[in-house]
């Protein structure tokens, strides 16, 4: 989006009870000026790009406005084929290969993503005071999965399983995505705006396995019935459709009051099938792991609120709200009995927004909301796919949403921000958990609830102009943070400290040339059941604008220092279903070469203005949720 359609950007820390309760984070509202000059205009933006393979992506952008009607569509192809590295070893005791193992695993990563999309939109002006619109968004992803593993497994001081696989998969995913809107201003001070949005969601994905397994006197090892099979493959399907419709108004009631009001009303029905398959005397067998049996889940999401903003005076606005949310969430044809789901939540979410201006440059702020996380629709699908011979990853249709609450003390001067929150996070959802599943004696990786997690966050922003030609701005978001985890054999809590800076330079120098240099620090800190390890990364970037409008060049380097890598512990905090003691450590593609990009970017046409309407926002967060 052109700088020149943007009117202002809104980043609201605690959303108010308008937006939905659904998440735990800020919104960014970007703001584009009405609609001033008829015209066409547009844009093209062209990258290539290399790390340890190839990389590229266009995307290119048109409007159209006339008096009444304003049209708009996108064209966007992306390319990505990467490269990952992750090692992982120590014991655990695993049921599957008989007991206590100590192991040594390599899996070496080379995927091929390639994804485009098509978005088109029109704004129809009936009247003075009435707007007609709608959109549509069709997106195709195609995901080549390449994936190289090496394990060592020593089940007993005589007894040794090497293992070799090659994943070759093809991973399909369709997205539909269709809006209308109407919107009539009864008068300068009152609008009222309809919203009707549907999401149609389809993934189709296979990935063949070939694996062998030697013992240590070079035989080969394993049953056709179990993950030792040497040709199998695991297969995901899902389709989710959801329909959104709501009704929103606001209205000035006088120069101390505003009211704002609506409604909201979602439906989600989702379908998953999923399983691994040996092939036994040219016969595709349905693996020990078993199926998800075409699980179907359905959800539906009611919500009402109302907000009042209360100019107290000239320099003190005070904005109370509530949102009451009502949803249930079912299954059916569950294959398992922990996922037969028939759950309703229904919770009030009040919001509070005291806001007081001590000078002309600074600014208090307090407030206080409820939200609510969902899981994903994926988190909630029960996959089971394939990982290792002892292992596979799989979802939780049993997931509850996480409930917070908020309390946030902020202060601004000029540009500097400084806040201070407090919250606690009922039900906190965890992905990625050593869990057991069906199958006894199987390591299922699936996402878990937490009773609870609270966290005390201090965050700052701090620009500075250093000279006319450079300027700078530091960031710092940490904390001290305590959760517990029940999920395990043993229930514990944790508390720590922890925090993460960012920096950017920015360096302006004549002839339209400008360097950016950019970089992050994590602290070491804990997720669940792990202690994770500390993190950087320092990034640059070259710009040239050209003359005469024939727009500009940008050149991006990732990870200049080579720094993309993780890693973390399992077995420090608590024993696990399994005893695990394992050490991870994951290398990104930049770990073994800095990614460079370079890209041109060009706008053409009239100077024409968008419609403030550029996002027909009924299914906005659902999409969140895909």
């Known amino acids: 989006m052109s700088a020149d359609d943007?009117?202002?950007?809104?980043?609201?820390?605690?959303?108010?009870?308008?937006?939905?309760?659904?998440?735990?984070a800020g919104l960014i509202n970007i703001v584009?000026?009405?609609?001033?000059?008829?015209?066409?205009?547009?844009?093209?933006?062209?990258?290539?790009?290399?790390?340890?393979?190839?990389?590229?992506?266009?995307?290119?952008?048109?409007?159209?406005?006339?008096?009444?009607?304003?049209?708009?569509?996108?064209?966007?192809?992306?390319?990505?084929?990467?490269?990952?590295?992750?090692?992982?070893?120590?014991?655990?005791?695993?049921?599957?290969?008989?007991?206590?193992?100590?192991?040594?695993?390599?899996?070496?990563?080379?995927?091929?993503?390639?994804?485009?999309?098509?978005?088109?939109?029109?704004?129809?002006?009936?009247?003075?005071?009435?707007?007609?619109?709608?959109?549509?968004?069709?997106?195709?992803?195609?995901?080549?999965?390449?994936?190289?593993?090496?394990?060592?497994?020593?089940?007993?001081?005589?007894?040794?399983?090497?293992?070799?696989?090659?994943?070759?998969?093809?991973?399909?995913?369709?997205?539909?995505?269709?809006?209308?809107?109407?919107?009539?201003?009864?008068?300068?001070?009152?609008?009222?705006?309809?919203?009707?949005?549907?999401?149609?969601?389809?993934?189709?994905?296979?990935?063949?396995?070939?694996?062998?397994?030697?013992?240590?006197?070079?035989?080969?090892?394993?049953?056709?019935?179990?993950?030792?099979?040497?040709?199998?493959?695991?297969?995901?399907?899902?389709?989710?459709?959801?329909?959104?419709?709501?009704?929103?108004?606001?209205?000035?009631?006088?120069?101390k009051f505003k009211v704002e009001a609506g409604v909201k009303g979602t439906y989600t029905r989702s379908r998953a099938e999923s399983g691994i398959e040996n092939l036994v005397n040219n016969q595709w067998v349905l693996s020990s792991v078993g199926i998800s049996n075409k699980l179907g889940t359905k959800e539906v999401i009611g919500a009402v609120y109302g907000t009042l903003t209360t100019q107290i005076d000239t320099n003190t606005t005070l904005v109370t709200g509530a949102r009451y949310e009502y949803s249930h969430t079912s299954t059916d044809n569950a294959s398992n009995a922990q996922y037969a789901i028939d759950r309703r939540l229904g919770k009030l979410f009040p919001s509070v927004f005291f806001t007081h201006k001590l000078t002309d440059h600074s600014e208090l702020q307090l407030s206080y909301t409820k939200r609510v996380s969902r899981p994903s629709y994926s988190d909630l699908a029960s996959h089971v796919t394939y990982n290792d011979p002892v292992s596979v990853f799989t979802d939780n249709p049993a997931l509850k949403p996480t409930i917070t609450d908020n309390i946030k003390l902020g202060y601004s001067f000029q540009n500097y921000l400084f806040s201070l929150l407090f919250s606690r996070d009922k039900d906190v959802i965890l992905s990625t958990q050593i869990?057991?599943?069906?199958?006894?004696?199987?390591?299922?990786?699936?996402?878990?609830?937490?009773?609870?997690?609270?966290?005390?966050?201090?965050?700052?922003t701090i620009p500075v102009k250093m000279t006319g030609w450079w300027e700078s701005s530091y960031?710092?978001?940490?904390?001290?943070?305590?959760?517990?985890?029940?999920?395990?054999?043993?229930?514990?809590?944790?508390?720590?400290?922890?925090?993460?800076?960012?920096?950017?330079?920015?360096?302006?120098?004549?002839?339209?040339?400008?360097?950016?240099?950019?970089?992050?620090?994590?602290?070491?800190?804990?997720?669940?059941?792990?202690?994770?390890?500390?993190?950087?990364?320092?990034?640059?970037?070259?710009?040239?604008?050209?003359?005469?409008?024939?727009?500009?060049?940008?050149?991006?380097?990732?990870?200049?220092?080579?720094?993309?890598?993780?890693?973390?512990?399992?077995?420090?905090?608590?024993?696990d279903a399994f005893n695990s003691q394992v050490g991870v450590k994951y290398n990104g593609e930049s770990r073994s070469f800095p990614i460079v990009k370079l890209t041109y970017y060009r706008s053409f046409g009239s100077a024409a203005k968008k419609s403030t309407h550029t996002d027909d926002n009924a299914s906005k967060d659902e999409r969140n949720r895909l």
């Open 32 to 255: 584009t000026k009405k609609n001033k000059r008829q015209g066409t205009n547009g844009s093209v933006t062209a990258t290539l790009g290399y790390g340890r393979a190839e990389k590229g992506s266009i995307d290119i952008n048109l409007h159209h406005n006339t008096r009444n009607v304003s049209l708009r569509a996108s064209y966007s192809y992306y390319r990505d084929h990467t490269y990952s590295e992750l090692f992982a070893g120590g014991t655990e005791s695993v049921p599957a290969i008989g007991g206590q193992t100590s192991f040594q695993y390599i899996g070496i990563g080379k995927p091929i993503y390639n994804y485009q999309d098509v978005n088109s939109g029109a704004d129809i002006r009936l009247g003075t005071k009435t707007t007609l619109g709608g959109s549509l968004y069709y997106a195709v992803t195609k995901d080549l999965i390449h994936n190289y593993n090496h394990g060592y497994y020593a089940l007993r001081p005589d007894s040794v399983l090497l293992f070799n696989s090659h994943l070759d998969g093809v991973n399909h995913s369709y997205n539909t995505i269709g809006g209308l809107y109407l919107q009539h201003d009864f008068s300068s001070n009152q609008k009222i705006n309809i919203d009707a949005g549907y999401i149609h969601y389809k993934n189709v994905g296979q990935t063949n396995v070939q694996s062998t397994f030697v013992d240590n006197y070079g035989n080969a090892a394993g049953a056709n019935d179990s993950l030792y099979s040497p040709t199998q493959r695991d297969l995901a399907n899902t389709t989710i459709k959801v329909g959104v419709v709501k009704i929103d108004y606001s209205g000035q009631l006088n120069t």
């Open 435 to 460: 869990s057991t599943g069906p199958s006894k004696g199987l390591v299922y990786l699936a996402p878990q609830n937490g009773p609870y997690q609270n966290n005390i966050t201090l965050q700052t």
């Open 475 to 575: 960031s710092f978001v940490g904390g001290w943070r305590q959760y517990k985890v029940d999920y395990t054999p043993q229930i514990f809590t944790k508390a720590y400290f922890a925090g993460s800076v960012s920096v950017t330079e920015t360096f302006k120098f004549p002839r339209n040339y400008s360097v950016e240099i950019s970089g992050y620090y994590n602290s070491s800190g804990y997720y669940a059941t792990s202690n994770f390890n500390e993190s950087g990364m320092l990034n640059a970037g070259f710009k040239k604008e050209l003359n005469n409008n024939k727009g500009s060049f940008q050149l991006s380097v990732s990870d200049v220092l080579m720094t993309s890598t993780g890693g973390s512990y399992i077995g420090n905090l608590t024993r």
């Open 6 to 24: 943007i009117d202002k950007i809104e980043l609201l820390n605690t959303p108010p009870a308008k937006y939905d309760a659904d998440g735990n």
